[in-house]
């Protein structure tokens, strides 16, 4: 029985790997990690970690490329390093990205990142006010790669900002994120 039982998770695992490279399949995968923040033109932050958290569509359009679209909660931001003020900007992002299976499970990917922005408040000691000249809309440029290991994935990307965070500025978001989750393959 203990035979037959191992024989059927090993087939099981094999199964689910190879499904997700075939052309034509889909796949979901929930995610969960941390990011690490910064802002791109100022010596004086240091990144602020926060969480992140979603949700990805895959679709192979070949045996090595794939079209994946998300949906994450993003926290990013920075601290400012003289006044010990942490701006907490919060986002819903949505990762466009291809990845390019450059070997089995591992894949390199790049696109673009809208985000809709869903709080930003500066915090302190004495201070815990809303910025009100934050834009609501961010945009950024995702590069990364990511392994696949029987449907466990591991997941690291760079967002590169676009936009300026601010009207009247020039401070754009940067963020290093790491997550962990698991693919299903429908």
């Known amino acids: 029985m203990k035979k037959l039982l191992f024989l059927a998770v090993i087939l099981m695992a094999t199964t689910n790997v190879f499904a997700q490279r075939e052309a034509g399949s889909f796949s979901i995968q929930p995610r969960i990690g941390f990011s690490a923040a910064d802002f791109d033109c100022t010596a004086d932050t240091k990144a602020r970690v926060g969480l992140v958290a979603g949700v990805e569509y895959e679709y192979m359009m070949t045996n090595k490329l794939a079209f994946a679209a998300g949906l994450n909660y993003s926290q990013q931001g920075a601290e ?53 000249n934050v834009k609501s809309f961010d ?48």
Not at 83 to 97: A, G, R, S
Not at 172 to 182: D, P
């Open 139 to 186: 945009l950024a440029i995702p590069v990364g790669l990511s392994y696949d290991f029987n449907g466990f994935v591991i997941d690291a990307r760079y967002n590169l900002g676009l936009l300026e965070i601010a009207k009247d500025s020039d401070i754009k978001n940067l963020a290093f994120q790491l997550t962990f989750g698991y693919k299903f393959t429908l």
């Open 80 to 132: 400012m390093k003289a006044t010990d003020y942490t701006w907490k900007l919060d986002y819903l992002t949505i990762p466009l990205t291809a990845n390019y299976y450059v070997w089995k499970g591992l894949a390199l990917k790049a696109g673009l990142q809208p985000g809709i922005k869903v709080n930003a408040k500066l915090d302190g000691k004495n201070v815990n006010a809303d910025l009100e």
